[in-house]
């Protein structure tokens, strides 16, 4: 499974050592457009159509995220720069009973190339339903999200929590949906002699659809924009 996201879906750039060595050879006030742009990675993936909590409610899928580099980033070559970054999560959500909330958690690992080191993603998050999405009404449903995502790596470990609000629209077989938010991300890296934390503030806007063509199955598609930066996202899975 980890071969499959991280060689087909990703972009190798997040699994080379040497970004991080570069990392910590810069000022920490360089840095903010790499903090945004990791930022950029992982506070993408787990959007999706509004959800609606309860005893039933449940989501297992897989996501990738995928996010532009800014062209002041200092850590990635100018070849790197015509990419993308990019990780992928296992994802697991689960409907709070007798509320309108649900929480969720992803995880995923990967070997990083030329390197012993390993490569760790981790999220979770919440979410509340402030009207439902149904088919039957011609009013879209609407939550508030609160996740916090992380990667960490020996010398780097940085931190992206979003706040934000997505509306969905349930149509026969597919839903569109939106989303705007607001990302923090907070990076520690341990260069020689000191610490260097750099953070980033982006504002995401989001636009996506869910494809049902099989019960209980769902394929999520979106494109993203963080600040100056283009990304998208695809999960898929089972939910109820």
Do not use: H
């Amino acid at each position: 499974m980890r071969k499959i996201l991280f060689c087909v879906f990703i972009f190798a750039a997040f699994l080379r050592a040497d970004w991080i060595d570069n990392a910590k050879t810069k000022a920490e006030s360089e840095l903010k457009p790499l903090a945004g742009d990791v930022g950029s990675v992982l506070g993408g993936g787990f959007w999706s159509p509004t959800k609606k909590g309860g005893l039933l409610g449940f989501d297992v899928g897989i996501q990738v995220s995928a996010s532009g580099i800014s062209d002041d980033n200092p850590v990635f070559t100018e070849d790197e720069k015509e990419g993308n970054l990019g990780a992928g999560w296992l994802y697991i959500s689960k409907g709070i009973p007798f509320t309108r909330m649900d929480v969720f958690l992803r995880a995923m690992q990967s070997e990083m190339k030329n390197s012993d080191e390993k490569i760790n993603f981790f999220g979770f998050g919440l979410e509340y339903n402030i009207l439902k999405d149904r088919v039957i009404s011609p009013i879209p449903g609407i939550s508030a999200v609160l996740g916090v995502n992380t990667l960490s790596v020996t010398g780097l470990d940085a931190t992206t929590t979003s706040i934000g609000l997505k509306a969905s629209k349930k149509l026969p077989i597919i839903t569109p949906f939106v989303v705007i938010a607001s990302e923090k991300t907070k990076m520690e890296i341990d260069a020689v002699g000191v610490k260097l934390e750099p953070e980033e503030t982006r504002a995401r806007i989001l636009a996506g659809i869910e494809f049902r063509l099989i019960p209980f199955t769902y394929l999520d598609l979106a494109f993203s924009k963080t600040d100056e930066v283009t990304g998208f996202q695809i999960s898929a899975g089972i939910k109820k």
